[in-house]
């Protein structure tokens, strides 16, 4: 029995056809998983102005996170009264951070990272210092800031 000619035209139309569909299907299950292990940047403004709470309420030698942008902040009042602000992130893995009023400065609980009331890092695993913020109060209200 003779073998049954193939038209090599349907044979080409049908590879481009499959391989379209396998093109698609890698495409839709692909590339949401991609997007998904790096999302876009989003990106802050550079100046950020936050009311950060009743200044009454912020005792000295104690700290408050706060929401600020898109990461939380940290405003400390140091035991004379002055006000600081700095991210409450910690540079390390950035796990928050929190006042230790015990120790008088900023403590990361993931690692043992600690920083000093500059936002220095002066032990453990943080390889930077946080980002310091401007703090004031404006009337009863304790506004922090980020200009860059
Ligand atoms: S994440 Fe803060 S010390 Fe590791």
């Not at 802050?44 to 009454?56: D, F, I, N, R, S």
């Not at 310091?132 to 009863?140: L, R």
Request: net charge positive.
């Amino acid at each position: 029995m003779p073998a049954t000619p193939t038209n090599p035209d349907r044979r080409r139309w049908l590879d481009w056809v499959l391989g379209s569909w396998f093109a698609g299907v890698c495409g839709a299950v692909f590339f949401p998983v991609v997007r998904y292990l790096s999302p876009p940047e989003i990106s802050e403004p550079p100046t950020l102005t936050v009311k950060a709470g009743p200044a009454a309420t912020l005792a000295p030698n104690t700290g408050r996170l706060v929401p600020f942008g898109q990461k939380p902040a940290l405003v400390v009042r140091l035991k004379n009264g002055e006000l600081r602000a700095f991210a409450g992130t910690c540079t390390h893995l950035a796990c928050t951070v929190q006042y230790r009023p015990d120790l008088e400065h900023i403590w990361c609980a993931c690692h043992n990272g600690h920083y000093d009331l500059t936002g220095r890092n002066i032990s453990g695993p943080p390889p930077k210092p946080l980002d310091s913020y401007e703090a004031h109060e404006q009337g009863d209200e304790i506004v922090i800031s980020r200009r860059t």
